[in-house]
Structures are given as structure tokens and as C-alpha cells.
């Protein structure tokens, strides 16, 4: 049984980070692509970054680039997002969701996270 399990999420204060874990199970995480995507209150999904299976290749939206890192342990089977100079804006539910392939491809994604609850404010 695939499971994505994320962690990390808190309160944090404007200009502040966080890094958020996903850790995964029930599949070969080394041979998929994976991809953070967040939801705001009372907004529609927003995909957020993705990484291609061996980690090498990585693309962000617009909204976060420079601010935000995606990453992989293969060996720890776990997918990482390093945040920084967190904004009230990028306050939002989390997830991290897998691909059936090895390159990402928003809006093909097979399984999700159950999410994670990121809050920036003072």
C-alpha cells in the first residue's frame, strides 16, 4: 500500500523557515518523481515544486523560486522542502504527491500526502 506521510508543519513567523518531510512507503520511492502542492484557505490547489526520481532536475512556481528547495533521500525513501523568508501568503495546507513516471507532471499525480498545516504569521 502506497503511503505519503508529511511532517514539519507549524506556526512560523514572516521571514522565518521551516522544512517539511514526506516520508514514503509501498513503493519504489527511487524510480518516481514527486511534487509538493499546497492549498490555501478558500482557494484551489497550487502546485508548488517537483523533482524528477533521481533528484537531479527540479522546478519550482513562481511564487517560491529562490525561496523555497526541493529535495530527495532516496536511500531514506523521504522528499524534502526546505522553506525560507516564509511569507503570510505561502500560509497553507501542504502535500506531497507522487507521479507514475519519473519526470513530474502536474495534474497526473496518483497518490497524495494527507497534508500538513503551514502558518506564517506574527
Known amino acids: 500500500e502506497v503511503q505519503l506521510v508529511e511532517s514539519g508543519g507549524g506556526l512560523v513567523q514572516p521571514g522565518g523557515s521551516l522544512r517539511l518531510s514526506c516520508a514514503a512507503s509501498?513503493?519504489?520511492?527511487?524510480?518516481?518523481?514527486m511534487s509538493w502542492i499546497r492549498q490555501a484557505p478558500g482557494k484551489g490547489l497550487e502546485w508548488v515544486s517537483g523533482?524528477?526520481?533521481?533528484?537531479?532536475?527540479?522546478s519550482y512556481a513562481d511564487s517560491v523560486k529562490g525561496r523555497f528547495t526541493i529535495s530527495r533521500d532516496n536511500a531514506k525513501n523521504t522528499l524534502y522542502l526546505q522553506m525560507n523568508s516564509l511569507k503570510p501568503e505561502d500560509t497553507a495546507v501542504y502535500y506531497c504527491?507522487?507521479?507514475?513516471?519519473?519526470?513530474?507532471?502536474?495534474?497526473?499525480?496518483?497518490?497524495w500526502g494527507q497534508g500538513t498545516q503551514v502558518t506564517v504569521s506574527s
Open positions: 504527491a507522487k507521479y507514475p513516471r519519473s519526470i513530474p507532471q502536474y495534474g497526473r499525480e496518483d497518490y
Open positions: 509501498g513503493f519504489t520511492f527511487s524510480s518516481y518523481a
Open positions: 523533482i524528477n526520481s533521481g533528484g537531479g532536475s527540479t
